[in-house]
Structure formats: C-alpha cells, structure tokens
C-alpha cells in the first residue's frame, strides 16, 4: 500500500483553486440580494446592488461588496453595517453552515472607473 504524501503540490505546480469558498460566495450574494430587496426594511439600502462576494478560504470572512449611486454610499454602509446581524443569522439559517462567516461590507467602485474612463475616451 502506498502513502499520500501531506507534503501537498510540488514546487512549481499551481494547486487546484477550491470551489467550495466560490460556491459559498455565489450562495451568500444570492440571499443578501433577496433580503435586501424583501426583507430588510431599512430605506438606506433599498438601492443597493450586491455586486460581489469574496469568502476566504477558510470561510471565515466574507467581504460583501455593493454599488449604489454615489450621494447614497455613506448612508447604504451605514445600513448595511446596522443590519449586519440580521443578515448573518438569515445566513446561518438558509445556508445550514456550521460557521457563518464574518461580514464585511465594501463599496464596489467598479461603475464609477467605468464611468470616467468612458468620459475620458469620449473626450479623446
């Protein structure tokens, strides 16, 4: 019988990305989306976007990114942050995780370089 090395890759070869950290992100950006748009009553958040979501790992940590129009930004955080617990626990409960990941939330800024750089080429 032969041994498995716990040594993991050999130097030089890229390891396998893991999907489960993917697949939990994908999950955690679907039901923050649907609350946000169903459940949270908070009017500071009812014109966000959850654009993406990066999970560590470990599952750990979960940065929660969202776009909204840039007059709203700093009350959408503040929601955001003020609603963290409820999302959390609705996670815990619709994902059937054993640990939830901790949440972060962070303007996704994405649209607005967009934004400029089609002003910039237009004015080329």
Known sequence: MSRRSKAGPLPGVLA???RR???VADSIRNEVAL???QKIKDPRIKNITITKVKVTDDLRNAIIFFSCTEDLM???EKGLLSSKGFIRSHLAKELGMRC???LSFERDLTLFYQE???RLLKDV
């Open 74 to 76: 700093d009350s959408a």
């Open 35 to 37: 609350l946000v748009l």
């Open 116 to 118: 400029n750089v089609e």
């Open 16 to 18: 396998k990305p893991k």
């Open 100 to 102: 939830v990941p901790e």
């Open 21 to 23: 950290p993917a697949r």
